[in-house]
Structure formats: structure tokens, C-alpha cells
């Protein structure tokens, strides 16, 4: 390719030096919303005692579908909500990795989830990845044949950031699966959707059964995140908190 146009980040090979920009990346750190990833930026930059020029402020680099925050060697950026926003993402972060000529960089998705056994509060480390049929892949349609490719998380990231935990943290950190889910209500068997054809028993009876499968927490992108990064040999991994436990409940008190 003459140039390539990383379309959703609006950056491309000729309009951005980006080996000058990004060279120095090594964490690659996604959450879904714009506002977490430069509350997250701001406090990376506290705890590496990173300091901008005088006069600086930190500042958006994308601005377009996602928002991108770069301090040092963290990068921190939004990735929307679901499988294909972040799907979109990670083709375009990894694409910028390899332009930018990052060696090893490691890739985190930090996140909100609802917890299946565990209470409120408590920070899940995925070990495994499932879909909603508890199918440990990345199915997906690619020209017309479905492909699936296996949903794999780094064990010994999941260890090391385990080891991490303080028993003095004010919650809990575990390790454990999660279930991606391709919908927040019917698709996680919630009963406060705007249509609900099942019982609570089928709910609960859906939600024992991942509990059983070792499923702790649910959210909506570990699969293609677990899935696209090992395909591209990226160590990375998945960290949420639980908002709340969904054997308890639908809905998260503001
Ligand atoms: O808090 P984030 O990172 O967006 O993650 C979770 O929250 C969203 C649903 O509310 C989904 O994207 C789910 O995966
Ligand atoms: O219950 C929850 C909470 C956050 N995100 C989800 O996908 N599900």
C-alpha cells in the first residue's frame, strides 16, 4: 500500500509521522467510554510521574469515532461498546502498532461488567472468554465463510496482574471466565428490557450455568478482544469491575 488510512482514528501513514508519535508505546490500555480513558490517562500520568511540556495539556489525538490519550508509554483509548466497535479498534490499533514499529506491546481492556457470584465491587481478571453459547472463540463472517478463531488470554499476564492485588485493596480481585455478551438485556438475561420473553427462572437457571462453567463476570468484548490479539500474537489482558451481581439483580444503583 502506498498509504494507509486508519480511517476511525483519523491518522494515516502520510498525513502522521507515527513512528515519531508512537514509537514508544508499550501498553495499549481500552475501555469503553471517552471519559474513563482520560480519567485513566490523567491518572497514569500521576503514577509514572509523567510531566507534559509547560504550558501543555493533555489532549485528545484522535477525535473522532474513539478518543486517544497518550502518556509515555501508555496509550489510552475508548473502544465504544460491543464486538464490532472494538472489533474496528483493535484492526486499526494494531495496524498503528506495527506502522508505528512497536515491538511487544501489551494490551489491556479495562472495563465494567456485571458479576455472576461475586459481589459489587470486585475487580475480575479474565482468565477464559465465552460467548453467550459458552464457545470459546471469535466466530465471525469474513468473505462469505464463517471463521472462527480461538479466544485466548495471556496466563501469565493473568498471574502477574493477580499478584498485583493488595489484601489491603478495600475489594476483592479474582480471577476467573468471562461471558461476552452481543446484547446488555436479552443477551445477558436480563429482565428489564423493552421485550423479555423468558421467566426469572430461565434467567437464573442461564446465569447458574455460566456460574457453573466458571464464569464471573459479563460484559460485551472479551471474545474479539481475547481473539484478535492472540491471532496477531499480542500479550494481553482483560480487567474489570463488577457493578453489580447479577444473581442479585438487573440494575446497577446510580
Ligand atoms: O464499561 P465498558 O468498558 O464499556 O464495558 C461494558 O459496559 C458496556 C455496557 O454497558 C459494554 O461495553 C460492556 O462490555
Ligand atoms: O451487567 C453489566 C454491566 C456492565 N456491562 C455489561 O455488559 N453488563
Redesign the pocket.
Known sequence: MGQDILYHLAMGTESHNLVEMFGDVKFVCM???PQ?MENFAHYVMKEIDFNLPIGATLIDLSQYRYSMYKVGPVLSIS?G??ISSIGILLHEIIKLMFHAKVKNPIFF?????GGVGVKGGTVVISDTACDELLNNYYETPIVGNLVKRPAILDQSLVQELKALADPEDPYDVVTGGTMCAND?YEGQGRLDGAFCNYSEKDKMDYLKKLQNHGVKNI???VVPFAAMTHHAGIRAAVV?VTFLDRLKGDQRKW
Open positions: 475501555g469503553g467510554t474513563r473502544h461498546m460491543g481492556r479495562i472495563g465494567t461488567s446488555f460484559e460485551m468484548e474489570c
